[in-house]
Structures are given as C-alpha cells and as structure tokens.
C-alpha cells in the first residue's frame, strides 16, 4: 500500500515561497499510470487541487495558482516537491499530498477533483503571518 508523509515549513510570512516535500513509500513515483498531487484545504473553505505530476514528469496545475506554482520530483529519493511562491494570508492551509492509482485503461487522464485521489498523507499545517 501507498504512504505519503508531508514534511513544510509550518509558518511563513507573506510574499515568501513556502516548499513541501512529500516522501512516498511503498511504491515508486515513477510507477506507471500513477498521478502524484497536492491539494490544500483552507479554513472554511473545501479542498482545492493544486497540481500533479505524472510518471513521465509531465506537471498540470490550476489556473488559479499555476503563475506561482512549481512541481518536481527526486525520483531517487522517491519524494516531489510543490513550491508555492509569493505567499499570501490566503494560502494558509493543510497541504496534502495523494495520489490516484488510475485504472486498467491507464489513461491519460488527470484527476483535478480531490476526491479521485486514493490515498493521501496526512498534511502539513501551513500558516502565513508577518
């Protein structure tokens, strides 16, 4: 079975860059038809997908953080890395990282709804404060 664990910075102040790492266990980040994701979950707000990386390396983002967003993995160490910048108050929250084993067609297709993903980490506080 897959595991996650985040590992970030805890607290931040504005216009920072706040760097997540999410070690995987129990499988390769290069596994075929996997899609490895970050997701966040704002206070009183619901869970919003951030971007994913797939085996090949190929990265996806939302629209509405892809100008300050980045992805990347150390396939040796078996962990990827979202590195948000420009902090804002806004982007407290808890940082998950999942994945989505896919299926036996092992499309193409990227799942953008948190609640395609199988299995998650189990966050990493985030705060934002000057």
């Known amino acids: 079975q897959v595991q996650l664990q985040e590992t970030g910075p805890g607290l931040v102040k504005p216009s920072q860059t706040i760097s997540l790492i999410c070690a995987v266990s129990?499988?390769?980040?290069?596994?075929?038809?996997?899609?490895w994701a970050w997701i966040r979950q704002s206070p009183g707000k619901e869970l919003e997908w951030m971007g994913a990386?797939?085996?090949?390396?190929?990265?996806y983002f939302n629209p509405t953080v892809k100008n300050r967003t980045f992805i990347w993995r150390d396939t040796s160490k078996d962990q990827f890395v979202l590195q948000l910048g420009s902090v804002i108050p806004e982007d407290a929250a808890i940082y998950y990282c999942?994945?989505?084993?896919?299926?036996?067609?092992?499309?193409?297709?990227?799942?953008?709804?948190?609640?395609?993903?199988?299995?998650w980490g189990k966050g990493a506080l985030v705060t934002v404060s000057s």
């Open positions: 990386i797939r085996p090949d390396g190929t990265t």
């Open positions: 129990g499988q390769s980040i290069t596994t075929n038809c996997y899609t």
């Open positions: 999942a994945v989505d084993v896919g299926d036996s067609t092992c499309s193409d297709y990227v799942p953008r709804s948190p609640a395609e993903y199988d299995y």
